[in-house]
């Protein structure tokens, strides 16, 4: 992308990635004779990242993981919902207070869910509020 000044580069940034969720800080910048050369724009948090969640000496590197992730998500692809179903199944069966319901399709698509843990039964007959997400919202 070309820019006709900084001033364009900087508002262009700053409407990206406010669009994206995160904040903007300035970084270094070359000066000579009175004009910029070059500028950093900076993610609000670059630098400031404790290497607790560095992948140095992980033994692999992040493009690895990704392509891990990629693989995996696509192996359980056409079995994810039944995965949850299984794992309702089993929290039930530590605690008989935990309630979920579904319903599927003719071929098997999970079409709704729900579920209540122990403690969010309790808060409802305490509060008589619930809480629901779409997890759909800003995907089609």
């Known amino acids: 992308?070309?820019?006709?000044?900084?001033?364009?580069?900087?508002?262009?940034?700053?409407n990206y990635a406010h669009h994206v969720g995160f904040g903007v800080?300035?970084?270094?910048?070359?000066?000579?004779?009175?004009?910029i050369h070059w500028k950093r724009f900076l993610c609000a948090r670059e630098g400031y990242r404790?290497?607790?969640?560095?992948?140095?000496?992980?033994?692999?590197?992040?493009?690895?993981l990704q392509n891990y992730y990629s693989e995996?998500?696509?192996?359980i692809k056409n079995c994810d919902a039944q995965m949850l179903?299984?794992?309702?199944?089993?929290l039930k069966q530590l605690n008989a207070a935990f309630f979920f319901e579904y319903d599927v399709d003719e071929d098997g698509t999970l079409l709704l869910l729900f579920w209540a843990d122990?403690?969010?039964?309790?808060?409802?007959?305490?509060f008589h509020d619930v809480l629901s997400f779409d997890s759909t919202y800003s995907t089609n």
């Open 1 to 14: 992308m070309r820019f006709d000044d900084i001033a364009s580069v900087e508002a262009f940034y700053k």
């Open 25 to 35: 800080r300035l970084g270094s910048q070359r000066m000579v004779n009175n004009v």
């Open 118 to 126: 122990a403690t969010s039964r309790k808060n409802y007959s305490h």
């Open 50 to 64: 404790s290497t607790k969640g560095a992948f140095d000496g992980v033994g692999c590197t992040k493009k690895d």
């Open 85 to 90: 179903v299984d794992q309702f199944g089993r």
């Open 72 to 75: 995996f998500k696509n192996k």
